[in-house]
């Protein structure tokens, strides 16, 4: 049986009666047929609300563009950065760096009107709130380090021998800090501090590119690849910080998991060729984009 296609509802059918909290990623929009996908995302109502847990794109106006056309068809778009708008491409007319790239894309998603880890983190009213929606940017630390090895310079040792090496080692550039870990520990300390100084009555949706907790990276084919997948420092955060769902992609491997009662939506669309393959193999997928809120049936 073909996958389903990854477009949501077709024009002409009815609006649905309740707005949804619905989320994407890795929409990777630099392949056409990933673009036309993402030019297809239309909301079923016009309160819908749409989450983008980043890798859009790798150029900036590819990124810009693409959130703009997102947030002209639906309610709120929310933002996360993912790996691949942080790297630094020769042909790239944006040539900056590290926080200062990010700092820059966080400027022109405020110039659209779309939501980013650096702003107030908006509460959803709909159907399953309130809940806060917290967009956090966290990057990782290789502390999601293969079997048999103790520190994240075995790990790396690891990876390379196994011919699995990120393309984030030579993109992705920590510019100011002295490393990716250390950017990740400032990232980690200033979003704990947020969260933490939440309203503890109100539940949250914690929405971040790569998986705050290791288990999704245990279904990697390549399981050196969980280096660049997070970090152990956000184990908890699902049950610390009160989540009824956590959303990320940054793996192509689009399925809900549960954990500690909490369910976790991996959003992404992915690369064309991984699309082909799981149509080859007949594995289904949900349609884009998924719903969050409010949460469907187990």
């Not at 030019?39 to 794109?57: E, F, N, T, Y």
């Not at 956090?136 to 196994?162: K, V």
Request: negative net charge; aromatic residues 8%; glycine residues 6%.
């Amino acid at each position: 049986m073909p996958s389903v296609s990854p477009s949501v509802s077709s024009p002409g059918l009815p609006s649905r009666s309740s707005p949804r909290l619905l989320a994407v990623s890795d929409l990777h929009v630099r392949y056409p047929e990933n673009r036309a996908l993402a030019q297809d995302l239309r909301p079923d109502s016009d309160g819908d609300w749409l989450i983008v847990a980043g890798d859009v794109g790798e150029r900036v106006d590819a990124v810009t563009t693409t959130l703009q056309q997102l947030r002209d068809r639906f309610a709120r778009v929310i933002w996360v950065p993912g790996n691949h708008e942080l790297w630094t491409r020769t042909k790239d007319p944006v040539q900056l760096r590290g926080e200062h790239r990010y700092r820059y894309l966080v400027e022109e998603c405020r110039r659209i009107d779309v939501a980013t880890p650096e702003d107030p983190f908006p509460i959803w009213t709909g159907d399953g709130g309130p809940v806060v929606v917290a967009p956090l940017f966290l990057l990782y630390d290789y502390s999601f380090r293969p079997e048999g090895t103790s520190s994240a310079e075995e790990a790396m040792a690891a990876a390379r021998r196994a011919g699995i090496v990120c393309t984030d080692e030579h993109l992705l550039h920590p510019d100011p800090y002295p490393s990716r870990e250390a950017w990740c520990d400032a990232r980690v300390a200033e979003t704990e501090k947020r969260l933490a100084a939440l309203d503890p009555s109100l539940p949250t949706v914690l929405v971040n590119h790569w998986p705050l907790t290791r288990f999704p990276t245990r279904v990697l084919r390549y399981p050196e690849f969980a280096l660049w997948c997070g970090t152990e420092r956000t184990t908890d955060w699902h049950v610390r910080f009160r989540a009824v769902s956590v959303v990320y992609g940054h793996l192509h491997i689009p399925r809900v998991t549960w954990e500690d009662g909490v369910r976790f939506v991996e959003a992404s669309l992915g690369y064309p060729r991984e699309r082909r393959s799981r149509d080859a193999r007949g594995i289904t997928v949900d349609p884009l984009p998924r719903q969050v809120l409010p949460v469907p049936d187990r």
